[in-house]
């Protein structure tokens, strides 16, 4: 053997390498015990994993509760805005019934021509083309090709 210290240093370093590994070992699963044979005491690791589980669990029961809450909420605002929807719908509606029946224009009076008028009308030439008209409630015979009206009796007397 050569006593010249390299030997001394490659113990340090495998000495070195051994700490570290069984430290990663202890850190990861626990310290070793001994009940008759050599083996790991893996408890606290399972506890830690087991407290990690349910701080998940805890932590998605909490978020699945968040997204209920903010369904609810979103279905409340559907509800509401829906609800003003029908509402001003039916308020605009009556609104414009309302307007639609103020300027409603009178009905125009459709009169039935008697038939004597009609008849006085037929013996008047047709190439003058006399028409009836009631003007303040007397029937007059008008024409716009001679621009010249008369009245009834006048179209009596000169028909016959």
Do not use: F
Request: net charge negative; with cysteine; charged share 20%.
């Amino acid at each position: 053997m050569n006593n010249d210290g390299s030997g001394c240093a490659w113990a340090m370093l495998l000495s070195l390498v051994l700490v570290v590994v069984v430290g990663i070992a202890v850190s990861m699963t626990g310290l070793p015990t001994w009940d008759g044979s050599l083996a790991w005491d893996t408890t606290a690791t399972a506890d830690r994993e087991m407290t990690e589980r349910l701080r998940i669990e805890q932590e998605n029961q909490t978020a699945r509760l968040r997204i209920a809450e903010g369904a609810n909420t979103q279905r409340t605002w559907a509800i509401a805005l829906a609800s003003v929807a029908v509402i001003g719908g039916a308020i605009a509606g009556t609104v414009l019934i309302a307007r639609t029946q103020a300027q409603r224009q009178p009905v125009t009076v459709v009169y039935q021509i008697p038939a004597y008028v009609v008849e006085a009308a037929r013996r008047l030439p047709a190439q003058d083309a006399y028409r009836p008209e009631q003007v303040d409630g007397q029937w007059l015979l008008i024409s716009d090709k001679r621009n010249d009206w008369m009245t009834v009796d006048d179209a009596h007397r000169l028909t016959g």
